[in-house]
Nanobody
Framework: QVQLVESGGGLVQAGGSLRLSCVAS????????MGWYRQAPGKQRELIAA???????NYADSVKGRFTISRDNAKNTVYLQMNSLKPEVTAVYYC???????WGQGTQVTVSS
């Protein structure tokens, strides 16, 4: 079973930036499409960004233009650069390959107004 460890979250003021990282425990990471998900309090987990093994990306409309997903297959790591942060993006952020693996603990992102 692949383990996923997310990090990089924190408390930031509106307009600030954060860079999230997610490290996978196995090299199979390099051949799958990876996604970043978020779950806000009282809401379902949602996919906000995805990147194929070749580097093609897709974004939810709510984050397009402000968030950038990238990956380093040599490091089994996927990143999420988040800019121009708004309070409404406050949530726990997770990475996964479409739910293929067990979910990690996530990383909390809190944006204050």
């Amino acid at each position: 079973q692949v383990q996923l460890v997310e990090s990089g979250g924190g408390l930031v003021q509106a307009g600030g930036s954060l860079r999230l990282s997610c490290v996978a425990s196995a090299s199979i990471f390099s051949i799958v499409t990876m996604g970043w998900y978020r779950q806000a309090p009282g809401k379902q987990r949602e996919l906000i960004a995805a990147i194929t093994r070749g580097g093609s990306t897709n974004y939810a409309d709510s984050v397009k233009g402000r968030f950038t997903i990238s990956r380093d297959n040599a490091k089994n790591t996927v990143y999420l650069q988040m800019n121009s942060l708004k309070p409404e993006v406050t949530a726990v952020y997770y990475c996964n390959a479409g739910g293929l693996w067990s979910w990690g603990q996530g990383t909390q992102v809190t944006v204050s107004s």
